[in-house]
């Protein structure tokens, strides 16, 4: 089973700042990793696929990067509607294993 | 636009069965192309995906509930369905369906509640 980790646990910012969030596997996921948004009382939403394309709908401040084992999810500039619970997605090829990290809460400085 | 809604009993009983349904509008389960997912998210904590099924009965489970769970589909309401059984305090959580897309999960359901207490 891959595993995966997010750091921080918490990132503390302000409105306008940068926001880089990271996300390790425990083995090569190559480009198939996901980012998601979550905010209090909704599910979460689709940011990023195949760990650098935006989903559809989603503001060019939201960029990921990354493979294999390594990835980043960077907010270039916080908005308010920004600050929720981020996640990042993977699946094993066979069987077919869904895992989430863990999740990076972005809060208000 | 594709939406999904869960239904379902708020409400289950220790060693009964939690049965839920997603109905999906804006396209059509049997049309093929998409697995259909179910996760869940317990109290304050993370995402955990239980399963999946494809049109024409295809299913895979998460090895850790496999032993309690079953995914259907019914194509004449565009709907599929989550059965757990015998349930337990720790089966409390939110259930979001999905539809997944080679691997990631969108759009999703808003999500229920599904508390298990006598």
């Known amino acids: 089973e891959i595993v995966l980790t997010q750091s921080p646990a918490t990132l503390s910012l302000s409105p306008g700042d940068r926001a880089t969030l990271s996300c390790r596997a425990s083995q090569s996921v190559s480009s198939d990793l996901a980012w998601y948004q979550q905010k209090p009382g909704q599910p979460p939403r689709l940011l990023i696929y195949d760990a650098s394309n935006r989903a559809t709908g989603i503001p060019a401040r939201f960029s990921g990067s990354g493979s294999g084992t390594d990835f980043t999810l960077t907010i270039s500039s916080l908005e308010p509607e920004d600050f929720a619970v981020y996640f990042c997605q993977q699946r094993s090829t066979w069987p077919p294993l869904f895992t989430f990290g863990p999740g990076t809460k972005v809060d208000i400085k | 636009q594709v939406q999904l809604q869960e239904s379902g009993p708020g409400l289950v009983k220790p060693s009964q069965t939690l049965s839920l349904t997603c109905t999906v509008s804006g396209a059509s389960i049997s049309s093929g192309g998409y697995y259909w997912s179910w996760t869940r998210q317990h109290p304050g904590k993370g995402l955990e995906w239980i399963g999946h099924?494809?049109?024409?009965?295809?299913?895979h489970y998460d090895p850790s509930l496999k032993s309690r769970v079953t995914m259907s589909i019914d194509t004449s309401k565009n709907q599929f369905s989550l059965r757990l059984s015998s349930v337990t305090a720790a089966d409390t959580a939110v259930y979001y369906c999905?539809?997944?897309?080679?691997?990631?999960?969108?759009?999703w359901g808003q999500g229920t509640l599904v508390t298990v207490s006598s």
């Open positions: 999905a539809r997944e897309d080679r691997y990631w999960f969108d759009p």
């Open positions: 099924i494809y049109y024409g009965a295809n299913t």
